[in-house]
């Protein structure tokens, strides 16, 4: 079946963009090389003066280029050739002799956003659907189809730089206001738009204006600023990624070259980096990320789900306020924000209101999209009305007493078909559920604070969760927007289970003589976004108790110590962040700096930081090794969730795959010798899980 559909209208080709048996369009060859030939007919036919592309797609132009692209090729010749491809196509419309513009509606990502700019005429619908990005740094490439020559020429060489090394989106009005697009309209205008601008380029009348401030000309415009501006973009960039991930200074790299020696030079060199990039063992890492992110948004026996409409979130605080916002804003959910007093749940109501205010203050959505949106939120302080909801999450203070009669209460106040589910980080879902009447009804949905930014759900079963309550909770999550991991019931799941010794060890590095701000500072370094000692106090040292104390006995049937460290510190009256005294002190302006109080529960001030390489190790494999134990025990299906979890719930860094592939990377093996070397010096705590000893003898590779 054909890609492109063609029709014509006032002289102009309308060619609509319709992948066959997919939900969105994407950039492959099939599109690339029916484009060619439709280009060969437009440029011989004399009635034509132009052509509009459109998507046949209800929400989306082209989501980006065909992933499967890059798993075909192996080599950084093969991937190179790939872009020298795109070019080739790209080129030739950006330099065609006929007008050709694009309309429009939805997502318009990397290769799509590239196919774009080198088109004549832009037109975008106003709809809040509509977003532009060129994420491929996010798969460890660069825009490998012109991206990183014409975005700098056309909406600035900062903005572009900031847009490419971030992956960030970029909304209608931003768009319109920088110049990506030229003109914005409703989305049922957007075809006519587009063909009024051929004619108007057709007719000689099209002057597209400089929207570059006054300062960005000044700066850009010769050599000396846009030294300056390579210099702070590369420091910048440098600080963030700690050298951990080879794209960003390549992209870099990339826009300076094209701009010194001219745009043909450029895309040259732009396809040979793309090879060089898509060959790297990281950008491997981050293209196996993302088809795991995309087999999670995936319901794995949606006949089954049924059909939820209304859920009542429980507690209205920062958990719940967030479970809410991402039922209605995202899932379109009917939400019951019920808390002790209607004050508290008006308080949920407010933080709602302040994210979507935030969001029109930005132009990505209208003041009526946001109170449209809002009229889906209810504060309540009782259960009058839980009878019509399909499923009640509850995010209350992490008591099981508490939880066990929370149970009570909304069995007693909804139907038969009603879902429970709970958002503990650490008790187990067997254990809320016992005394319940509904047994079967009663699952885990673990979000992940702040709810509206991580993309995680650890959804948990027991052994009586009922097939149909899985699947429904599954198809909740994805209209959320969550990716979803299912995994098996018992303390701490497994994203807090395996944090737990990580945070452990951190402790003990700590108690050795290690300073808060080394340990902070080398993890950082390995790639992950924020040290162990920080992630206390984000967490709560009180929540850090907790799980500690939920998880002890498991630990120590393994012969692990599990002294209790952050109640000692919860009972000296630390809490983190959260009263502004923990392993760093907090003022009012959130400046913070180290709390050195801390150090007298860890022998004392003088400190004395260990090897950073070994105190790395010894941290990062806890984590890593907690995380094969799991896998034995079937708390988690497959590797595969295993490091979606790690990377999208705890931050485990994406450029080494997570932990099954870091395993597979470093040689399983050699993993179970430096596991081998810590208990012989440290203890029982780095006992190798059998399984790997299992891969090892079986000369096989997890993956």
Known sequence: MSYLITSQKENVAIITLDLPGEKVNKLNESLMDEFSDFLDELESSDDLIGAVLISGKEDNFIAGADIDMFQERDTAEEIEQLSKDGHKILNRIADFSKPIAVAIHGSCMGGGLELSLACHYRVCSDSSDTVFALPEVKLGLLPGTGGTQRLPRTISLQKALTYMLTGKNIYTRQAKRMGLVDEVTHKDAIETAAIKGVHKIAAGKFDRKDKRSFFEKLLEGNPIGRKVIFSQARKKTAGQTKGNYPAPPQIIDAVEYGLKKGIQKGLENESRLFGE?????????????????????????PDIAKSVKRIGVLGAGLMGSGIADVSMNKGDYRVLLKDQTIDQAAKGEKEIWKELDKKVSKKIISSFERDKAMSKVTGVDSYDGFGSVDLVIEAVFEDLDLKRNIVEEVEAATGEQCIFASNTSSLPISEIAKGASRPENIIGMHYFSPVQKMPLLEIITTEQTADWVTQTAIQVGVNQGKNV??????????????????????????????????????????????????????????????VAETMSPMFTERGVDTTNRAQELLDAGYKGRKNGRGMYVYSDDSDKKVNTEIYKHFGGQNRTNPDKETAQLRMALTMINEAAWCLQEDIIKNPTDGDLGAILGLGFPPFLGGPFRYIDQTGVDKVIDKLKEFENEFGARFKSAGILQDYVSKGINIY
């Open 277 to 301: 990039l898509g060959a790297t063992q990281e950008s491997r890492n981050l293209v196996n990320l993302f088809f795991g992110m995309n087999a999670s948004k995936k319901v794995p026996n």
């Open 485 to 546: 991991i299912v995994v098996k019931d018992g303390p701490g799941f497994y994203t807090t289970r395996i944090l737990a010794p990580y945070m452990n060890e951190a402790l003990k590095l700590l108690e050795e003589g290690a300073s808060i701000e080394f340990l902070d500072k080398i993890m950082k370094d390995w790639g992950l976004p924020v040290g162990p000692m920080a992630l206390f106090d984000e967490v709560g040292i009180d929540v850090g108790a907790h």
